[in-house]
């Protein structure tokens, strides 16, 4: 529906004595929403019994307060998805609740990993059975047919199998188990309410319910969390940081903090880089929404092209459209955007988004603009050509449907199938350099075709492919 | 709702070429549907890949064209499920589809395992996870740690370990597998459909597709079916045979055979015979809708007194039901049930019912024929007094709970809560009487509190209670 | 579906201080269900105000808990619909309520004007305008136009200028006026709740709140309840009596009073009668269920021939059916009905039905019956071949679908179209003598074709037609 | 649930022989969907034929693919519904179509009558009824009434007889009949597509469905569109022009030309007069999300203070909410906008909002501005106090309920019940600027108190209750 890359999970988790940990992570969950809204999901647990509700649809589709109300317990954890690998059912919603040898568990995952499948093979060769496609009945296996005494070492133990992105959130009886793989690709941060510790994908999810942003949980951290508070311990599998740069780019909320660093001005200065290596002479600036606003601020900004909101977007559009027939060609894009064409009519505009994944809504955009009477067309993109698909839990076109790839990043057949006057992408160095000194820290993949991690399962599928 | 017993599960399985297996499955279930009215389910598969659909509620609420067009496949099988041992959630809804070492395998199971805790913990300690509260997922497991090649071998290697009730089928990706336990406490039959053959728990299901009624799967017997037709292999575990008479009682459709058995004929024999042991002075014999039908029309036959259908059905209402307040007082009952007073004023009545289980619909029957004007109002019962609850695979209310038990079989004090003039039970002679030279292989624990197969699980919690 | 004629409508109001007027009336529509499926509606006053819902649907469907508990007030009518000549869309659920300018006013009504088109067309010139397709809103206009001061008498002027079959209700802010036509087509009859009235098309209505059956409302009489008891006037319309017959044929449900008669019992005089005109060899006499039992067990009785339930009825079939593909040709009647083969095998059958509309159910009857091992089928139809479309407020194919019609009555062609062995219908001396001494008061236009009142709108449209 | 005014309707209308109307309609009212949640219809008309669909919701709840490919026609009428003075129910939802002495009409109504219960009155006493409380159904009955030939003078006819704001498109069999009342209080414009002609509430419903723009509709103007294209008639019935300034202000969608100017650009001016009335010491201008952003716009470029998004709004928030417990105390406030801490924490603050009612959501955007951090917050609103109920087709809350009325319009108190450092308006002479030479002609009694047309019917219930 959009052509934008798409976070795959959403991720939770509580422990209190004192408030309604089931209405703190629905509360979490929604503050989430934007990194999942195929199904939704919480457990909770007391005194060694788990109750759980998962459903198809968005937070406030699946949770009413009589479901919240029956979900009573001390912890918590919750989860929105979108899918990737697994399919669309309910047999693939989150958290998988089980009951093991040590009694019940819960998990909670965001990431991908790439050996799920190769782990599958294995597990399913020493009599393990699976009910769904997601990369969380892997490590729950993995966890179950540990030896170790503790969940927490068992948890260890499993993850040293496990290669690829994982955040993840695991419930036993009396403790909360915070983990983030030692890529660190996937964000996790912590946070504190009163004196109780919770555990969210981004920080945004804990404003929402009022609790003090804490910090990342660390690469290679596993934080356990319980009537004690919270202990940390070290996972002992070095490997350089690649943290997911399209967290910063489009994924994560602008309100929220994610590897340390403010999401909105992040984008803000992308922008504002996008001006200083790309000037354009324009009459306005003006956002693709709402994915392009903190760059095309930045922009404007630094160039001092006065900034306008030149697209507006409406906000009845549900997640189903009915297609007019062949006169109206009005397309979805069509009705969730609409340009305000006294604005635009004469003018040369530069229109900021944060990325092209495909170009279909761009191209749209173009022509939108046109028929409003703009005069110029510059389309200015605050992140390098996309060209490569993610293995590390994102939703990605394959290479073959990348607009950038198609045309080899030539700029101007792009400029050309978009319709449009120019187009300029920040580039890499520009990227880089609004990260700082973390700037090798993070993952580029998508952008560069480096993958920090081999993703083996797809290179075995091929190899298979090839025989 | 209903005062009755009830059946936990119907189970469909078909292999075809020729016809549309999950059209099959759905006419199939929609037959069954008397056996399950919680959640329904089909799943089919071709050339290694299964697909399948399954929901909470009735068979035609599951499902709708579209969804069962989409079930494309060779084989199907089918459950209908009303729940015993597991909650009432979707996670409980079968057939369980798995991945395991040799592809995927799906099972409908109907039954109570009497050792299915026991084996969980078993297979907990060996690693395995569980997913829900159902016995097919603790065989399940066992097949899938079978050393055994075939799926038929480690299916015949896992029954060795189970004990209790089931009848099952299982699906592969290449064939069929219908068992019935060696006490064959439940039923399983066979159909032929053109040269393709089916199972069905009972033979309404084959009549309903238009299949013919072969013969009973026997108990200890596997029965294999595929493109090459069906073989028939041993079980090899002999045990005494106790088929459930509250099949024949109750839970079964009229129209069905079951057990080798027809149930309307059945039931007619048990109203013949329990007017032969219980000959009362009356107007008028009249069943309870639609339950007590058969049998009133037996003792009608047998005695000479007019049949007549005293008491009419409703056939509105629905599975909810808004409870009037106060004033009204008018039960579920009421609105399901109502008197034909013209007829009923100024007689003695014989009603007639199947069973009586709590007792509460019975009270509110006599009630009802009172404030019709009936002169006298004699409750016969065609069958024993029920006494013990059910480990094998039947819903039933604990001891305390029952009526009789209650009472401790005073017929007395039952026909004064019943506030009836004299209240008749069938004889424990006369229903083994009605089975003929079968009557050995009954199980008749209900009644008398003889279990054939030790409840080992409930024993063992008892034991830990006691401890 | 149902291959039988069709009850456009139940109502049922009531007045009371002392009970929730709103819990009655969805009680007492709750056993009106069988006259309308389509749509309910509930309107309840006090003090000036009126509140009402309407819904599609049946009564349990459109109202829950809540929604009942808002509908507060003294007085409250009711009203389920099925739908002849009004289209199936919500405008046209009853009942009707209207601001005119003696306040508010609610009407629930059964039966057809047969000259409302006229009426409309002459208060369309007057500058009215209608907003449904439903006859209460011609019957509401005409009130509101009259000069009399009170509503009653506003109601008597109006109805002087309505021609057909009409039993209504009329709540106005401070009473309750239920009326039937001269002709009294349709029923209405009288209870008493504690010291309050209410009223009802049935006597099954009353039955179900716990209120005493009184009589019916005579024809052309009116009756006023409020606050000071019950008052009746005369309208002064004399005309011949025509009550319809069809409601003790089928209409009706089997517990009800309806024109001082009990259904059940007068049906099953009808299968005496039958027995008695049309004796058979046989051994087995079936009803088709549920509409053939009290007929089949009267005929049984009279002829001596064993009664048996050799059709059973599917509970679980809803209102939708999936239709299976060409090999199963699986109808909706072979879902609903299944036969008790081991009890019909060899058999020569007797089937015994109210009536035949179409004859396709029929039909379908038969080859089940002939599948099941039938030796010889006898189809006895209690009630004369129906050969004329209804004009009164009941749903009825047009002459050219009924089966009768089409072969002219002649029963040897009947019978090949069924594949019975012999069919026979009750006579219409038979029919008439066991109304006993009130036999000319019935109408059994759709036998003869002998209409009590000028269907004056199908007249007029037939003879514009023509020139 | 919004603290603001909220328009009650907005309609759509058009013709043609080439386009599927329906379609046409169902992307006009998408466009229009701000104007009313609460309901949606479409009518559509062919040959005599009206076909229509109305229900509760979004129009994308109400329509899909099915219903709207049977909607067939070459005229079409579609509304949006939120609610003023009827009540919220079905019976309310517009379009309303009746049958009438000239046939069928279909009539969908945006604005207010001031005499509406003075004329049903009326008419009730000459027979007239009433089914919903909506004012078209007191237009149609006038039209109804009248002797005129034509349906354009019986609608000329009928809108002598009304007072107060209207704009109302009325389609018969073979014409759609545009119009808006002398005082031309609500917006309403002529688009033509093709050579086909449109009538639509604003501009950006004519822009969704590729229409262009003409012109306004004239106050006191009709318009007769039908096969020979459009006409236009004058009312005659001279009066003072008073066009709602609210809908420039708040109501209008900002990509809307609505009484000839482009709504964004009004708002941008508003913004930059706001500024130079109130300069502030400031860092950053923020909008409220999203009524404030083309006014926040306008006054950063004014005063030169950077603009930035520092409220975020969640676009998963749906209608319905569940509060959260006392320990949360989150708001739906909280839920929908949360603030980008990172970039407010120690600045100072300029938030620009359109307009304040109640204040409360004003209250909880200050709190959350002072959690994140600001050093200083000035609140700015774009438009004068305001302090009067509407009776021209806004729902507006009880004067008792208007923040500025409350306090007397005393910036200080209003500034210290929103917790803000200061507060300013823009000034009533300001607001006049921005309109130019037509300030004359705009409705500000929510302001000011000045009512241009007397509401009748409130001045008459105030009368008769002093009595």
Redesign the interface.
Known sequence: MEDKFRDECGIFGIYSK???VA??A??GL??L??RG?ESAGIVTSRDGEMLHHRGMG????V???ET?NKLDGEFAIGHVRYSTTGESR?ENAQP??????KGKMAVAHNGNLVNALLL?EEL????????STIDSEVI??LI???KKTSTREALAEALKRVEGAYSLILMTEDELIGVRDPSAFRPLCIGLLGDSYCLASES?AL????AEYIRPVEPNEMVVIDKNGLKSYPLNQPRPISMCIFELIYLS???S?VFGK?V??TR?EFGRLLAREHPVEADLVIPVP?SG??AA?GYS?ESGI????GL???????R???Q??A??R?SKV??KL??????IKGKRVVIVDDSIVRGTTSKEIVKMLKNAGAKAIHFLISSPPVNYPCFYGIATPTREELLAAIYNNDTDQIRDYLGADSIHYLSMEGLMSAMGKDHSQFCRACFNGEYPVAPIDMIRREALKNC
């Open positions: 004192d408030v309604d209405q703190a629905f509360l929604y503050a929403q934007h809204q968005l937070v406030q589709q949770f009413d307060e919240l309910i998988v609740v089980v009951r093991y040898k599958k399913e060769n020493e009599g393990s059975i699976f009910q729950i296996h179950a047919r540990s945004c404003e929402q319910i009022g909320r602008p309100d903090i403010s909105y001005l803000k709402d606003i903190p601020i900004e006065p900034y306008d909101m507006l977007r409406n906000h009845y559009v549900g189903t459209f009915i007019p027939g006169f109206f009005s069509r009705i609409s340009p305000v064409s006294e604005m």
